[in-house]
Nanobody, 116 residues
Framework: QVQVVESGGGLVQAGGSLRLSCVAS????????MGWYRQAPGKQRDVVAT???????MYADSVKGRFTISRDNAKNTVYLQMNSLKPEDTAVYYC??????????WGQGTQVTVSS
């Protein structure tokens, strides 16, 4: 089993920045990919960015050039640096881990609100 806990959400004005953190615990040696997803009210949960154990990254088109995902394997932590935030970035952000056996674990989510 893997447990993930997010932190770092909050309220920020448009154009501002936030940094989300997610710490994984448990059978961390099983983790391959870590990532961030978000879900706005009334919408489906969509991928924001992912990072593999080897450091390979993937970003949604809507956040490219503004968000940066990084990972510290020694601390079992994944970060999401969010710059130039827009009101449409408002959502609950969820941390996700995928094990080498393709088992997925989710955090409880952290609210990000961007005011115009």
């Amino acid at each position: 089993q893997v447990q993930v806990v997010e932190s770092g959400g909050g309220l920020v004005q448009a154009g501002g920045s936030l940094r989300l953190s997610c710490v994984a615990s448990g059978n961390i040696f099983l983790i391959n990919t870590m990532g961030w997803y978000r879900q706005a009210p009334g919408k489906q949960r969509d991928v924001v960015a992912t990072i593999g154990r080897n450091g390979n990254t993937m970003y949604a088109d809507s956040v490219k050039g503004r968000f940066t995902i990084s990972r510290d394997n020694a601390k079992n932590t994944v970060y999401l640096q969010m710059n130039s935030l827009k009101p449409e970035d408002t959502a609950v952000y969820y941390c996700n881990t995928v094990t080498f056996s393709a088992r997925t674990h989710w955090g409880q989510g952290t609210q990000v609100t961007v005011s115009s």
